[in-house]
């Protein structure tokens, strides 16, 4: 049982005419000084309930808990102060982790409920953007944390394949472009074309009515346009299946815009019979007068719908066909307008679901203190980014460890891990700071200082004959700090679910790390003493939560490197 609960369940028995087991759980806290406890329990809200000073209930409360997992209980002023038996407390824990394995930590709170993540979602002929990265990467480690507390998740790109710059794109590419050229290059190719029609337009602003006659033959059906559309998508999403697969990132669903073409009708019809649509200079909108908003386009004067068409047609057609508890778009902060007027707009149509849809947005990457950009042909190539990591981990696995056997699928791990971690190490809304020199640092907040860790751990254990088993349990000041760190995991995975912060687990990862690189320097853990297989047990559990902590982030853990 969690150490935790029994603190709760000890002391919601003598207080249960006064305080709920939820009250007890909320009001526990986790005294900042070591010295004070393991868990302390303020005594304000039941004095002011009880009109007593909260120092006397603190006493009393004290002098009635006993509890063969609390070696002593103190009142301390307003606080009861409890420490937990370190003997029987990491018996209880490690014995836990050493049952479940990788299943440490699981919960049951999504069981038999599905929430939908759009994220990723690109713009095709376009280059992938750092946005995007980041996107994919807290994207990926939310499904794979929704899962963990027993969701189903569904994993959706909804892929920016429709709108009238593929009018363009298609124009364009009937003046100035090649096919070969093309089929060689396609992101760099097409977007050169599409940078050379915005220059172009500005002199010649025929080309707008042009590219715009090319989108409207595109949403006719127009054959030629199709094909050329049809193209660009293919060529396009073979260059991010590379990113994908590099990042080891798979997806349920890659219904983009375009799916929702023949389905817009039934949405404005729905929004029609209830009235909700009003004209605003020849254009079709929903007002959101009533919550102070700007209004939401629906259709544009010449009838084109739009982004926001599609949105609201994918957010019904995905209710419909998955049955969604939630749906989460991970999505940058520029849009939360967008994501505001979507599900005020749901709303409006009477879907009561519309309440469980969020909106999780994240801050810029920026590069010396400037956010990158993938226009005006400064392309960051992100493949090409990733490649350089591996690269980097590469020279590193050189020096450090030359006769390690599969060098190349350790560097990639490393390499990757990297990009993943330094992204997911930061409060989402935090601009980020692209540097692959600091991804790649081995000390400090790394995603290789935390899998170099977890190496540790397994090169610890294929030292010695004996196995990891637990007899005594162990008490050590060093011990008790990873115990405790390991008995958080599931409070991490929870918090992470609840804020939707895949950081929230990295910056356990990290202290989980220290502490146990901490303990690795003070205790001799091979030495042969009874206690040998207690600690054994304590080095394969760390490997055991760290592995799994950093597979909900999206990345491997090599046992050597
Ligand atoms: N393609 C869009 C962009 O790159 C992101 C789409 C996000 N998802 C959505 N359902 N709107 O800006």
Redo the contacts with the bound molecule.
Sequence with gaps: MLLKQVMIEEIHKLVHEHLSVEDVSGLIEKPKVEKHGDFAFPCFALAKLLRKSPQDIAKQIANQISHSSFSHVQAVGPYVNVFINRKHGSQAVLTDILKQGPDYGKQSIGEGKKIVL?FS???IAKPFSM??LRSTVIGQSLALIVEKIGYTSVKIN???DWGTQFGKLIHAYKIWGDEGTVRENPIEELLKLYVKFHEEAESHPELEDEGRAWFKKLEDGDGEAIQLWKWFREESLKEFQKIYHLLGVEFDSFNGEAFYNDKMDDTIKLLKNQSLLTESDGAEVVSLDDYDLPPSLIKKRDGATL?TTR?LT?AIYRQQHYQFEQAI?V?GHE?SLHFKQLFLVLKKMGYSWADHMHHVPFGFILKDGKKMSTRKGKVVLLDEVIKEAIELAKQNIEDKNPNLGNKEEVAQQVGVGAVIFHDLKNDRLNNVEFSLEDMLRFEGNTGPYVQYTHARAQSILSKTSASPKINFGLEDDESWQVVKLLHQFSEAVLKSYNTYEPSVIAKYLIDLSQAFNKYYGKVKILSEDEYLEDRLALVNSTGVVIKEGLRLLGISAPENM
Excluded: K
């Design positions: 759009d979602s690109p713009n946005g995007h909804h892929l920016g982004y949105d994918a778009y999505v849009q």
